[in-house]
């Protein structure tokens, strides 16, 4: 496709629900990443792969949270028994080299 | 945790002014980049500059990178309503992490 796609773009989950949140790269793009971002903040990384290996995963803020890329592209994250302070913008990222990098609008994740 | 720090937090200008916003890092970079992001969209790459790089023109864009204040700053000239946005500054670390890591932000507001 022309960009990142994320989806859903919104979603409101109950407390102690598990979700997963897709992402769709740029065609080609080896590098894939997962970033969170607060109200009124900037994104904070939770994880990174090239291709299908999960290089660095040390933001993710607890083991509730999981990412896989099996085939090299799409992307899951998965939060299991969500929590209110999970609720954020989560945010996907894929580059083709180590600079640049395109984003996806983002999936809006409320807990209620 | 944010490595980046932005000021102001937010800047309220009048359309045809420029707008200056700054950037400080605290860690050794490859590379520093500034972002765009529209409320609740997905963030655009605007500019990137080199660690050996001082100043970088891009447009109306205009950055400056001095790494021995560990700063940058990026100057919107002849600013435009469309202009109104959230500005973050990124860095790329100069080890082996592939992450960018983002400032605060500062809230662009440009009046008509």
């Known amino acids: 496709g022309a960009g990142v796609s994320q989806s859903p773009r919104y979603k409101v989950a109950k407390r102690g629900q598990d979700v997963a949140l897709r992402c769709d790269p740029i065609?080609?793009?080896?590098?894939l990443f997962w970033y969170q971002q607060a109200l009124g903040q900037g994104p904070e990384f939770l994880t990174y792969?090239?291709?299908?290996?999960?290089?660095?995963k040390s933001g993710l803020p607890s083991d509730r949270f999981f990412a896989e890329r099996p085939e090299g592209s799409v992307s899951t994250l998965k939060i299991q028994r969500t929590q209110q302070e999970d609720s954020a913008v989560y945010l996907c990222?894929?580059?083709?080299?180590?600079?640049?990098?395109?984003f996806g609008p983002g999936t809006r994740l409320t807990v209620l | 945790s944010q490595q980046g720090e932005e000021d102001p937090q937010a800047l309220s200008i009048q359309e045809g002014e420029n707008a200056t916003m700054n950037c400080s890092y605290k860690?050794?970079?490859?590379?520093l980049q500034w972002y765009r992001q529209n409320s609740g969209r997905g963030l655009v790459h605007l500019i990137l500059?080199?660690?050996?790089?001082r100043e970088k023109h891009s447009g109306r864009l205009r950055v400056t990178l001095d790494t021995s204040k560990k700063s940058s700053s990026l100057l919107i000239t002849a600013s435009r309503a469309a202009d109104t946005a959230s500005y973050f500054c990124?860095?790329?670390?100069?080890?082996?992490?592939?992450?960018?890591?983002f400032g605060s932000g500062t809230q662009l507001t440009v009046l008509p």
């Open positions: 990222a894929s580059s083709l080299v180590r600079n640049e990098q395109f």
């Open positions: 065609s080609g793009h080896v590098s």
């Open positions: 860690t050794s970079i490859n590379n």
């Open positions: 792969f090239q291709n299908e290996a999960q290089l660095d």
């Open positions: 500059i080199r660690s050996n790089e």
């Open positions: 990124a860095t790329l670390s100069s080890g082996s992490a592939r992450q960018l890591t």
